[in-house]
Structure formats: C-alpha cells, structure tokens
C-alpha cells in the first residue's frame, strides 16, 4: 500500500517558488470560481486529495523519482543565463507530461466523457463509467507508453523583465498549438501530443517561464536557451493561460498581483471553455456490400438504433492572444499523409514506418 496518503496532483516543489513567505510553506490563490482571493493558504492542503491515485506504492514510487528529478533540475532552471544540462533537458520534458496527465482537472475530463458515452451505451451486463482514480491511473499508464513523446521539441526558459508577474495554476502545464488554430485546412481536426505545431507552456516561477515548442515550425529567438520578456502583454499572454486551463484556482507570489484578476477575468471569462470535452454521435445511414456510411446526429436520435458510433474529442485552448516572441519559422516544415487524419512532427512521422506514408510539406510562413 502506498506509504503516502495525501497525494499531490500538483507536487509541493512545483509550488514553492511561488510561495510569498521565507518557509515556502504558504501560497496566495484566487478561486475563480468565486472570484475570491485567499491570502497565505497552506500549500500542503493545495492540489492534492487521499490516495488520488490509488494506493500502490510502485506506482507513487515512479511518481515521486520524476518530481525529484525536477526538484534538483528547479535551482538550475531558475539560474538565469545558465545553460540548460543535459540532464535537465530529459527532465522538463518528463515533468511537464506528467504534470499534464495527471491533475484532477484532466482525471475530470476523461471520467466525464466516459459517464456521457455510459448513459448513452446503457450496456446491461458492461459499464464504461470510470471513477477519477480509474482516469488518473489509465492517464498514468498512458504516460509511461509515451515517454520520449515530447523529447523533440525545443526547450527555452524566459526571464520576466516586465511590471507583470508570472503566476499558475492547479492545472499548470498547458498544451496549445497557435498553428493548428490559424490554419483553415485543419478546422475540426484534433491535435495531439505529436501533431506539428505543438507548443508546451509551464511557468516555474514569479520570474521565470519554460517552454517547449516545435522548432520546425515556431522560431524563439534566444541565447543559451534563455531569453528576457520585457513587455507586459507578452506576461499577460502567458497568464491568460492559467486562467483559461485551471480547474479552480490560480496561484501567486505578491499580494499585489490580486489586482491583475478582474483583467484576467474579464478578458477570458467568455472564451475559457465551459466544458472540456465534446462527444460526436453518428448513426448508420446507408449501408451495402461495398460500404457502410454513418450521419452526424443529436444525441436524443441515437436510442431509436442499435449501431451507433461515438466520437469523444477533447476542447483544446483557443487563446485570443499570442505573445509576440512566438515566431513563425521561415520555410516552416511538417508532415501530412495528404487526408485529415493528422499533421506530425518531422521527426515522429520520419522516424517510423507509417501507413500511409507522411512527406514534408512547407507551412506557408
């Protein structure tokens, strides 16, 4: 049985440098939900419930190595203009994809999509309904098969020069893609974690931001992996983010920054999804020897047929800014097979032998 009852979804040391007293024992929040800010909030109570992923201790064994290795990286990653190590560079990757798959808003996401497709199912002797544990632990398994996932994307760490503070969230590693969303050819096709254009967000600090992105598309001008953000809009782009990925609560340093709120708010309020997750019904429409074609449908059409296909798709951020020292590459590259079924990676579709075969094509910046 796992030895630690009270188990983080959001790890302490990912926490404390946003704590404001000397002992990183507190934090600062402002729940969105009420829109309400608590001052000096104990950080052990924050982001964590009883045994949230089970009580194997093998399993919390695996967990507690990736946030130590990010723990020793976090004094050289808040170095400015230290160049990253070796060792760091394997750790970012690791730690922002556990982060990512792991919190309860995203264990949320995945159980209510499968209580939704359980309703509609109604399989008298098989249910599809996963408890948060049951998508936690899948979400953890899935993590350990994709490992290296993210290894190829680019790393930079940005130093804060602006008047504006860096803050996070409960729901701190956010994944977006501003290719994806400006391209008309891919409207209605989902991306992933291997999909061109990927751009990988986690604040560290007050002071400091990583992210990771796809240099094959993205360029961010830089030296020794560092760069200096000066402009507050740049910041805000950055922070816009928490507020819109968070499950409930956004954290911070000064409690000056409670003032950045009603902006934060006000801006994002009516873009931040309501719901994360979409699901597709389509009912069977004509079918013969040569093909079988299904029609998109309401879903109070779907208990009248007995074959059905449901197509659960997860809401992705659409933020309305970008921060300006995001760049498109000059003669930008990825890789398509010529349908929808997705746009990869250089080196995820080149690396393998896939069917049918991916080419490069140019991304028109």
């Not at 089970?54 to 020793?72: F, H, R």
């Not at 598309?217 to 560092?226: C, K, R, T």
């Not at 951020?317 to 498109?328: G, I, Y």
Request: aromatic fraction near 10%.
């Amino acid at each position: 049985m796992a030895s630690n009852k009270n188990q983080h979804f959001v790890p302490r040391c990912y926490l404390r440098p946003f704590a404001p007293d000397a002992n990183r024992k507190n934090i600062n929040l402002y729940n969105i939900d009420r829109d309400l800010v608590i001052l000096n909030a104990p950080i052990k109570s924050q982001c964590s419930r009883d045994y949230f992923y089970g009580k194997s201790q093998l399993l919390e064994n695996a967990i507690q190595a990736v946030e130590s290795g990010y723990a020793t990286a976090l004094p050289e990653l808040l170095s400015y203009n230290k160049p990253i190590s070796s060792n760091s560079r394997v750790v970012i990757p690791r730690f922002w994809l556990l982060q990512h798959s792991r919190t309860e808003a995203a264990s949320q996401r995945t159980a209510q999509m499968s209580e939704e497709a359980d309703k509609l199912i109604q399989h008298p002797e098989e249910s599809f309904k996963l408890e948060i544990k049951q998508a936690v632990q899948i979400a953890l398994r899935s993590y350990a098969e994709n490992l290296d996932v993210l290894d190829d994307l680019k790393i930079v760490l940005a130093k804060n020069r602006s008047s504006v503070p860096f803050v996070t969230s409960d729901d701190p590693a956010v994944l977006i893609n501003r290719w994806h969303q400006g391209n008309p050819l891919l409207r209605g096709v989902g991306f992933g974690m291997q999909s061109a254009g990927l751009i990988c967000a986690l604040p560290l600090s007050p002071t400091v931001y990583c992210i990771l992105y796809d240099g094959d598309v993205y360029s961010i001008a830089h030296s020794n992996n560092w760069f200096e953000i000066r402009s507050d809009a740049d910041v805000t782009s950055l922070n816009n983010l928490q507020y819109l990925n968070c499950a409930a609560n956004l954290y911070f340093h000064d409690k000056e920054t409670s003032a950045l709120f009603d902006g934060l708010r006000s801006f994002n309020h009516q873009i931040r999804p309501p719901c994360r997750h979409r699901i597709h019904y389509a009912i069977k429409s004509e079918s013969n020897a040569d093909r079988v074609v299904y029609k998109v449908v309401d879903k109070d059409a779907i208990p009248d047929h007995s074959e059905a296909l449901i197509h659960m798709e997860t809401v992705r951020l659409s933020p309305a800014t970008w921060p300006s020292f995001v760049r498109w590459r000059s003669k930008g590259t990825y890789c398509s097979n010529g349908s929808r079924s997705g746009h990869l990676r250089v080196s995820h579709a080149l690396s393998r032998d896939l069917a049918p075969p991916y080419f490069k094509c140019r991304t028109g910046h």
